[in-house]
């Protein structure tokens, strides 16, 4: 496994999801209904959002040629929207500089998934930014209310699992969404294959790929 592989999984649903669920869990347990619903209503409309852009493109062709844009990056929204809540929230309330510091270095962490996408090939500059967009929609407000409760001990025990599971084998979960996205796509649509990178329904792409045969593609993402 290279290492852009390594962090590319930072930003993988199979591992991040469930740190999504416990946090949301967490949060109720801990007394904190207000912070727990923001942090579900968030996350959850971050995750319908790239789903649907998934699916439009996969299942009906629906993009950006001029963009080269095919659906948000999932991988850069889950790290966006998790990593930095994850870090923040690992950090006594006491301590508000050093949970800033934290929070900054789990947006790093996520910018770092990003770029990893883009080295692997798997994503173009529109999706990646715009799924880093995304989370931090999710990830900066929630971070920025005062009356979240913090749980040190708790989320650096999630942080450890979280970071043991990354190197373990786990290859039957890792990818698993996008196999879904790709099955749910063809199911909606009726199609008995999904579009790839290249081939666009739509009329509106720019004039610099008007001229090309729409069966040639490119890398899927």
């Given at each position: 496994m290279s290492h852009w592989h390594l962090v590319s999984l930072f930003g993988e649903s199979a591992y991040l999801l469930p740190c999504a669920v416990f946090l949301a869990l967490w949060l109720y347990w801990r007394g904190a209904p207000g912070s727990a619903?923001?942090?579900?209503?968030?996350?959850?409309?971050?995750?319908?959002?790239?789903?649907?852009?998934?699916?439009?493109?996969?299942?009906w062709g629906i993009g950006s040629a001029a963009l080269n844009f095919t659906g948000f990056s999932g991988h850069a929204m889950m790290a966006a929207s998790v990593l930095p809540v994850l870090l923040y929230l690992a950090v006594p309330a006491a301590w508000r500089r050093l949970g800033w510091l934290a929070a900054g270095a789990g947006v790093g962490l996520a910018l770092l998934v990003g770029v990893s996408r883009l080295a692997l090939h798997a994503h173009s500059v529109s999706e990646v930014?715009?799924?880093?967009?995304?989370?931090?929609?999710?990830?900066?407000?929630?971070?920025?209310?005062?009356t979240t409760p913090h749980g040190p001990l708790a989320m650096v025990l999630t942080s450890v699992v979280l970071a043991t599971a990354l190197v373990m084998p786990m290859t039957g979960t890792v990818g698993a969404s996008h196999a879904l996205i790709q099955q749910l796509a063809m199911l909606l649509?009726?199609?008995?294959?999904?579009?790839?990178?290249?081939?666009?329904?739509?009329?509106?792409?720019?004039?610099?790929?008007?001229?090309?045969?729409?069966?040639?593609?490119?890398?899927?993402?």
């Open positions: 619903r923001h942090w579900v209503v968030a996350f959850a409309a971050a995750a319908l959002l790239v789903l649907a852009s998934k699916l439009a493109f996969l299942g930014a715009g799924g880093l967009a995304v989370g931090l929609c999710v990830s900066v407000p929630f971070i920025l209310r005062r649509s009726g199609r008995d294959r999904t579009f790839q990178r290249g081939e666009w329904a739509m009329h509106w792409q720019a004039p610099a790929y008007a001229g090309r045969d729409a069966r040639v593609c490119c890398r899927s993402c």
